[in-house]
């Protein structure tokens, strides 16, 4: 086995001309001057959060713990809602996907191996496709998700509304 040196050719050198650079007291100084220092006497936001935080650990009077009653209650209430509504619309919409799933898919599967219509009837959920099930859930949680956030916005709206009043 034979090694080869690289020849001349294969590598070109070019020539590069760097300027030499100004070395001058004048030009140290003239760019000292252009630093800006920054200003120690003004806080950070950063401080200024912490000292904002620790004011609202004063006791509170009785129209603050009045009103804390108050947003407790709205949210409660409006939470309570929207489980409700999940259930309602979320329980319509997964049981009409499972139902639908099984006059199309269940129904003719018992047909086709003439078994009785009581046991479609007895055991639903042996005849429902695993995807109509996931996807009847999957449903019922988007539903769900839905009706929390715009309660939990519509709540929020109102604490404000509490608050400013």
Sequence with gaps: ????????????????????????EENINSSSEKIIEPNINEKDTFEKGINNNTTSNKPQNTKEKIINFCKTFVKTGEYFKAIGATVIYGGILGGAIMFSNLLFKGLPKILKQKLLI???????????????????GIVVSAIGGYEFAKTYLKTQKQNTDIKSN
Excluded: R
């Design 1 to 24: 086995m034979e090694i080869n040196s690289v020849g001349n050719s294969a590598i070109q050198t070019q020539n590069i001309n760097v300027k030499p650079q100004n070395t001058s």
């Design 118 to 136: 009581s046991d479609l009837i007895n055991k639903p959920l042996k005849y429902i496709s695993t995807s109509a099930k996931v996807s009847a």
